[in-house]
């Protein structure tokens, strides 16, 4: 090497393990952007078929039950009521129904039906694909991330094992002449 410093060859070592460890980075980026796009593609697709599927409704509260609390499938701040709701197909229905803690017979409280007019969950919104879609995109970058950093730490650390090996060795043959004494060896 004319004009530069000499490098070791741990120096070399790691200069292609940095070159190899950001290649694998890239690598593992366009895997988690990929993992993000087909995890919205997947949850944007259920919410456009549930969508598809569900119809939103206005049901009337007819009456307060005197029920015990349920913990099934009410949500804080709701409880359960009797009302009725005209299905899509035009037929009327009624059943229980979670609603407001505050509705009253009369209140008028949404819902969503299948086509059936029976009560169903509220379908998957887009903005939980696009949710779902970055969270797992992320995580997925920075799991990938966290490995490249984890490989570069173990290469700087056999590397600096090496360095002092070396340093401790190189030592041991100059410091005698360079503090007067004379080796023991």
């Known amino acids: 090497m004319s004009g530069g410093l000499p490098r070791r060859r741990t120096d070399r070592i790691e200069d292609a393990a940095a070159v190899l460890l950001c290649g694998i980075g890239v690598v593992l980026l366009v895997i988690a952007a990929v993992l993000g796009v087909m995890a919205h593609g997947s949850v944007a697709a259920r919410a456009a078929s549930e969508g598809a599927q569900r119809s939103a409704v206005q049901a009337t509260v007819t009456r307060i039950p005197d029920l015990p609390p349920a913990d099934d499938d009410v949500s804080p701040g709701s409880r359960r009521v009797l009302a009725s709701w005209t299905a ?77 090996a070396v340093w401790e060795r190189r030592w041991a043959e100059v410091e005698p002449a360079w503090s007067g004494r004379t080796s023991t060896a």
Do not use: F, H, M, Q
């Open 88 to 164: 899509p197909d035009g037929t009327p229905r009624s059943g229980l129904v979670s609603a407001p803690i505050g509705a009253e017979p009369g209140a008028r409280v949404p819902l969503w039906t299948d086509r059936a007019g029976t009560v169903v969950r509220a379908p998957v919104s887009p903005l939980a694909a696009g949710l779902v879609g970055g969270v797992l995109g992320v995580l997925a970058a920075l799991l990938g991330l966290l490995l490249v950093y984890g490989g570069w730490r173990l290469v700087r650390l056999v590397t600096w094992r090496r360095n002092a």
